[in-house]
């Protein structure tokens, strides 16, 4: 593996459990993964309805710093996720934005280096098999959603993860832990995303809908890959409550942290300690803590 | 819903300028309705995402740039990926939205206060600094309370950066500056 890590701004801020939970698991499995020195914002979804074209070259400058350390990228939010591959794909065009990112960045940047999201880096290159070997603690009797979101698959071209609409690589590494994935219909429903901030009643919408279908499915926790599902979900989860009154209280992991129990690290390590539905009560009953 | 297209058809100038920045063919569309029936936010919307794309067609641009569509897409791509024609309708409304600022039509929700926010971020720091946007956003929407309840709860989980990171700033800086003049050139 020659993969080098980027975390983004929000695993750096508001999920440092996704990101302590991600070098916990690099520092198991020995994936002699690093992060990437020096690197700067993906512009997230702030930026392409304005200015196309530094949507597409405020990437370029994370590409260019990989290349540099001569790796390929390794990312775990799909927002920079996507917009790394927009990047990508636009450098790669021999069309005029193509042109244009070369004169903003000031040299043409190669962007023949691979993207991959980490979830797929376990899946496809680590191997289900080897993560299951290295289980020490089952997860069995934990019944776990999995709630991907819309931009790790969509667009299918684009992002080439999984299918846009019922998509198991996540389950798969549920499974992996010896949990039970549920099956449910609401995998790639937006959670409302970056409307977090600016609409808040839309987000509380959006994601009631979720938490209900998920809890109506037999799950009693949910796993996500994407720092504002988990904000949406986690973090807001008592204004759903209050604006529903409804009662959910489903403890919402990273799936690294599930890989992670599952392979015995330390709670603390995982920072299971900073979600804010607690996992504890639930671990607890199921006899895993 | 009665409209009354002799106004303000503009057919080929503004359709063939929409294709262009949304690299996609609107007059595949068939109306068969797929994009709006799954679009999360259409109860919200004034006009449906299939409408827009019918509007589109008919090179009724101010119908379009001033709905309040525009802005409440989130971008989630369910209209795209499940479109029969391979319509891009999520470019269409990226595109648009695009438009609609160049022209400084006035958003019709306050997600452009949020963007602005997160650019000066990315501008100041050179990764997202979010007390700041969040600051930002709250002194340009007029909503000075909005969230700040969070604060407390985010400090205690540690969930929160106290200090921004300066990064690379002056290559951020030029590649925003060079992007906003080429793309001013361009209108």
């Known amino acids: 593996m020659n993969y080098a890590y980027y975390p983004g701004c929000s695993l750096e801020s508001t999920s440092p459990d996704f990101h302590l939970s991600t070098l916990a698991l690099i520092d198991f499995l020995?994936?002699?993964?690093?992060?990437?020195?020096?690197?700067t914002c993906c512009g997230a979804s702030a930026i392409h309805p304005d200015n196309k074209l530094m949507s597409v070259a405020l990437p370029a400058l994370t590409l260019d710093a990989a290349n540099k350390e001569n790796k390929d990228i390794m990312v775990q939010c799909p927002a920079c996720f996507a917009h790394l591959r927009e990047s990508q794909h636009a450098i790669k065009q021999a069309d005029q934005m193509s042109n244009d990112i070369t004169e903003v960045i000031g040299k043409k940047v190669d962007a023949s280096l691979k993207i991959k999201h980490f979830s797929e880096i376990l899946v496809h290159e680590y191997g289900l098999d080897k993560l299951k070997e290295k289980r020490v603690k089952s997860l069995e009797g934990l019944s776990i959603a999995s709630y991907y979101g819309c931009v790790i698959v969509r667009p299918k071209k684009l992002m080439e993860y999984d299918d846009p609409e019922n998509p198991m690589l996540m389950d798969q590494l549920i499974e992996a832990t010896g949990a039970k994935s549920v099956n449910w219909p609401f995998k790639t429903k937006c959670c409302g995303a970056g409307n977090s901030i600016s609409r808040t009643d839309v987000v509380l919408d959006l994601t009631y809908e979720i938490l209900r279908l998920a809890k109506q499915n037999g799950a009693e926790a949910i796993s996500v890959l994407c720092p504002l599902c988990h904000i949406n979900l986690d973090l807001r989860q008592k204004a759903i409550e209050k604006r529903y009154k409804?009662?959910?209280?489903?403890?919402?992991?990273?799936?690294?942290?599930?890989?992670?129990?599952?392979?015995?690290?330390?709670?603390?390590?995982l920072a299971l300690d900073r979600l804010f539905v607690s996992p504890f009560p639930l671990l607890r009953n199921k006899g895993l803590l | 819903m009665q409209v009354n297209i002799n106004k303000d058809v503009n057919l080929l100038e503004f359709g063939e300028k929409l294709e262009h920045l949304a690299e996609t063919d609107v007059k595949k569309c068939y109306q068969c309705g797929k994009c709006t029936a799954g679009c999360p936010l259409n109860y919200l919307m004034d006009i449906s995402p299939s409408q827009v794309i019918r509007f589109c067609q008919m090179g009724m641009k101010e119908k379009v740039l001033n709905s309040r569509t525009i802005w409440y897409c989130i971008f989630c791509d369910t209209c795209s990926t499940r479109c029969p024609q391979g319509v891009d309708i999520k470019g269409v409304m990226d595109a648009l939205r695009r438009m609609a600022n160049q022209q400084r039509i006035k958003p019709k929700a306050d997600v452009r206060a949020l963007e602005k926010s997160f650019a000066s971020s990315i501008y100041s720091f050179g990764r997202v600094y979010e007390p700041g946007v969040v600051a930002g956003f709250n002194l340009l929407s007029?909503?000075?309370?909005h969230d700040v309840i969070l604060f407390p709860l985010l400090l205690v989980k540690r969930k929160i950066c106290l200090m921004p990171h300066w990064v690379r700033l002056a290559e951020v800086r030029k590649v925003m500056k060079r992007a906003r003049k080429i793309e001013r050139g361009k209108q």
């Open chain 2, 142 to 145: 007029k909503k000075l309370l």
């Open chain 1, 246 to 269: 409804e009662k959910f209280n489903l403890p919402i992991f990273y799936y690294t942290q599930l890989l992670g129990l599952s392979f015995g690290l330390d709670p603390k390590k």
């Open chain 1, 30 to 39: 020995d994936l002699g993964i690093e992060e990437i020195p020096d690197w």
